[in-house]
């Protein structure tokens, strides 16, 4: 079974308000575009080998923009919208 990772909603007072996904750190700036409701990571019959970067949720929360880097175990194959409200995503 694989761990869902999320973005927490908070960070003290501050309330999420922008989730991206990037393939590796998000300082590389290789965000990923989703299809519609989801992003497809890690695509292929295995999961990607530990030298290959991970891929990243970049959560940003509201006030002075704050941001948190949830970094995905390499087996995670989907971020999805899981909610009406954006921005909650899951990835498995």
Known sequence: MIEARQCPPRQGAR???????????????????PR???WDLNIGPEPL?????R???LCTYDGDGATLTVTLP??????EFTARTWPHVVCR
Do not use: H, N
């Open 74 to 79: 390499y087996d995670t194959r989907i971020c």
């Open 49 to 53: 080998p530990p030298s290959q970067p």
């Open 55 to 57: 891929d990243t949720l």
């Open 15 to 33: 309330k999420l308000v922008d989730v991206r996904v990037f393939s590796g750190p998000p300082e590389r700036r290789t965000e990923l575009i």
């Open 36 to 38: 519609p409701g989801a």
